[in-house]
């Protein structure tokens, strides 16, 4: 492989595009699997085929496309049409847009317009009606989905950019649309300094939540001493309702296999790991799967585009525990032992993987790596805050009207995610909080509205950034049941190695138990506080630390439904 | 290797880099109070006893653990620490059985601790594990210190004989799969009982001796065991 193959398939791939006058992209993200999203595209398939469209209409397996509420989520591509979207999708439906759509388009006598006039439509003599004067029959309707929506148009996309629109398990998708040109032109005309000054440049940090500089954490790794180095992602996403990173794996896997490539260039590292989370057995499969065609292409393995680097990548499973996406927990994982946190330092830039230096960052991340060095930190640094740069992608769940996957820029206010993007409360109901940061992480009340989304907002509020879980309440959630719920959440995955994360998280959950059911008293709330500081103060890893964080931001601002619980009982 | 200045309770102390604040302490002569730590295997600082506090620092630091540095300035008994492990020596009293703790006792006892302040745990009630001649396991009596594991393994012995079971909460020593030990690579070196800071694994004798049986009842089980054996 060397850069003027990604230019040959790149045009290989449009003349394949081309030969089909029409493409249907189906959302298999997990999502709109769930959703029944196999069934609706078994559906088009059988319908195409029906009426004898196989050639002209090519059915495609995308990535997330945002909407996950309205899923299963199409979308039809049709040349010189604008694209239309459907939501809700069925078998039935998906035939229904064959029978009352894609039949009449290629029906004789279709009057080409303007743009079909110029890429040729005398090519397709055959085409008779506009997609918008066809009659919908009745039902169809229902399942068009007007793509200015807020939800849409409020979005931008940079790590997401190739979601919905490329098929994640083909690379040469992938390549068509952009890829691979980064890693070459890193690898041909950067040094691994000047990648690393790059990163440093755009002001990216770490989308896992904890926001530290991710040129500033590549450029320790690179300086580390040491005769092999290691990449990790982490890919072992666990929050309650975050999806961000899943869906990314799903997506878009090349794009993280990409920007890991570039790291291990970057900071002199011969082996890469992406750390999944077993309980995402679709993103492995799509990773696996690009892992293996990367090595097809010879995008990985040895020489990488002639030069004399040379990166592998491996797999890691996860088996189901929340800490392992602590970073040193999660190195433990990969050893093969039990997944438990040690202390740091030593940082992994140090002493990471079998003692190495390695380099963890979170899969969203490196999602960020491609467009950094193809539009330059300039163009990333001017996107968001003065201190976050870039985007971020929140799983937006709870009572909004529109949930899904979103990706927005750093500074836009949660009143905009929540009442544009979001589409406001259902049924009439009041705002009451949003969390963020899942378990690790706080609530923002509706008097902090108009914060700008950036790590350091946050923070000041009493949360963080967290990974992208972005959970919203209505007046009829109890938010001490919210605290009791993240409390049993770590109740669960503590990894009981230490004693203040072990006991301290099952006696906090005790006592917010004793509270919620009307039992309490004002004593046991000052316990509950004097524990939330110790287990806050004195635990051994990120989890124990962070897991009074609920209990402490409700506590912070809705204070009186603790008081009211324990002076009136429930 | 260079040696390094810090300050520890106010007193200056000098010690080679790398030295952990706990030995700099004892150094001054100031015994920071540890469950987990043993000279002999490594420290994990999991029990969280040795904190201090550490001048610049957000959180409380294991003294087992963390190295001295120079112009490090280090308190080892501020209201903050004691208070720290006051509640740690409750919670663990809260759940497991410190009995025959007679060390960890004295820190309770030391740290004014309330044993009684956490009624709503439930203590770790598991029955004695008897499953062969040389000693006893009772993990009621197991505060997880790691140590047994430790020696087991790369601090000693490289057996793997004993190993982790569940987590969280309920984490608890063990054998794979809950083998008996006679089934598992244990070789019965002794090593996991001499460290043992509970109690929890004891030497089979003595806790016959506390169930009441008479020295001469003991040796005749032992000779009715090798008769069978040998017969």
């Not at chain 2, 087991?152 to 809950?178: H, K, M, P, V, W």
């Not at chain 2, 001499?194 to 001469?216: M, S, Y």
Request: glycine residues 10%; aromatic residues 6%; proline residues 6%.
């Amino acid at each position: 492989m060397n850069p003027a193959d990604l230019t040959a398939i790149t045009h290989r791939e449009q003349e394949a595009r081309g030969r089909h006058r029409c493409r249907v992209l189906c959302c298999s993200s997990t999502a709109c699997l769930a959703s029944g999203g196999g069934a609706a595209k078994d559906g088009l398939t059988r319908a195409v085929k029906l009426h004898g469209l196989e050639k002209n209409v090519q059915i495609v397996n995308t990535g997330c496309m945002g909407l996950c509420s309205l899923g299963p989520m199409m979308r039809l591509e049709a040349q010189g049409e604008p694209d239309t979207l459907y939501q809700r999708m069925t078998a039935d439906s998906a035939h229904q847009v064959v029978d009352e759509q894609l039949v009449p388009y290629f029906q004789p006598g279709h009057t080409p317009t303007e743009a079909e006039s110029e890429v040729g439509a005398h090519d397709f003599p055959h085409l008779r009606a506009s997609l918008s004067q066809v009659r919908l029959g009745r039902g169809l309707d229902e399942h068009l989905l007007p793509q200015d929506m807020p939800f849409f148009t409020r979005q931008k996309k940079i790590v997401l950019a190739r979601a919905g629109l490329i098929d994640p398990e083909r690379i040469e998708d992938y390549i068509a649309h952009g890829g691979y040109t980064a890693l070459a032109k890193a690898l041909t005309q950067l040094t691994p300094e000047q990648v690393c000054a790059e990163i440093q440049a755009s002001g990216l940090r770490g989308r896992g939540g904890a926001g530290y500089p991710t040129g500033l954490k590549w450029n320790h790794v690179r300086k580390a001493d040491g005769p092999r180095k290691f990449v990790i992602a982490n890919g072992d996403e666990g929050d309650p309702g975050a999806y961000m990173d899943r869906t990314l794996m799903e997506a878009d896997p090349h794009s993280i296999l990409e920007g890991m490539i570039i790291a291990g260039y970057a900071v002199g590292a011969q082996h890469g790991y992406l750390y999944v989370r077993g309980e995402y057995p679709v993103a492995v499969k799509r990773l696996e799967k690009a892992i293996r065609s990367a090595y097809r292409q010879g995008l990985l393995g040895d020489d990488i585009f002639g030069t004399a680097f040379s990166f592998e990548v491996d797999i890691r499973i996860g088996a189901g525990a929340f800490v392992c996406g602590e970073e040193t927990a999660l190195m433990a994982s990969v050893e093969g032992q039990r997944g438990t946190p040690r202390m740091r330092p030593p940082y992994p830039a140090q002493n990471g993987l079998w003692n190495a230096p390695t380099l963890i960052n979170n899969v969203e991340t490196y999602g960020n790596i491609t467009a950094i060095l193809n539009e330059g930190a300039a163009w990333f640094a001017g996107i968001g805050t003065e201190k976050s740069k870039g985007t971020k992608i929140f799983a937006l769940t709870g009572k909004l009207n529109h949930t899904g996957l979103i990706e927005v820029p750093m500074g836009i206010t949660l009143r905009e995610i929540v009442f544009e993007i979001g589409g406001g409360i259902p049924g009439g109901r009041q705002f009451k909080a949003a969390q963020t940061g899942g378990p690790s992480g706080g609530c923002i009340p509706a008097e902090h509205l108009d914060t700008p989304v950036d790590y350091e907002s946050l923070k000041a509020l009493g949360s963080i950034m967290g990974s992208g879980g972005l959970v919203v309440m209505d007046d009829a959630s109890s938010m001490p049941d919210v605290a009791k719920f993240f409390m049993e959440f770590c109740v669960d995955e503590s990894c009981g190695k230490c004693v203040p994360c072990r006991v301290g998280t099952v006696q906090m959950h005790r006592l917010l138990e004793k509270v919620t059911a009307g039992q309490g008293q004002a004593a046991d709330l000052q316990k509950l506080e004097n524990l939330c500081r110790l287990v806050q103060r004195t635990s051994l890893c990120g989890l124990g630390q962070s897991a009074p964080n609920p209990v402490l931001s409700t506590l912070r601002y809705f204070r009186h439904e603790y008081d009211a619980l324990v002076a009136n009982g429930r | 290797m260079a040696d390094v200045t810090l300050t520890i309770d106010g007193q200056p102390v000098t010690v080679p880099a790398g030295t952990t604040l706990l030995k700099a302490a004892a150094q001054l002569g100031t015994a920071i109070p540890t469950i987990c730590y043993h000279e002999h295997c490594t420290a994990n600082g999991l029990c969280r006893m040795c904190v201090v506090e550490v001048e610049g620092q957000r959180l409380l630091q294991p003294a087992c653990l963390v190295p001295a540095a120079e112009g490090l300035r280090v308190q080892t008994r501020s209201e903050r620490v004691a208070r720290s492990r006051r509640t740690i020596g409750e919670m663990l009293a809260a759940s497991v059985d410190l009995s025959q703790a007679p060390e960890l006792q004295a820190q309770l006892a030391d740290y004014g601790a309330d044993p009684e302040r956490f009624p709503e745990a439930e203590r770790r009630a598991r029955p004695v594990i008897d499953d062969n001649p040389m000693y006893v396991r009772d993990y009621a009596k197991c505060i997880l210190c790691w140590r047994c594991v430790q020696v087991c393994a790369e601090d000693a012995q490289y057996t793997f004989a004993l190993s982790f079971d569940g987590r969280g909460y309920n984490t608890q020593i063990g054998t794979f799969f809950e083998k008996p030990l006679p089934e598992t690579a244990c070789v019965f070196c002794g090593q996991c009982v001499g460290v043992c800071p509970t109690n929890a694994l004891k030497p089979k004798r003595e806790w016959l001796l506390e169930q009441g049986q008479t020295p001469d009842e003991i040796m005749a089980q032992t000779r009715s065991g090798r008769r069978r054996k040998r017969g």
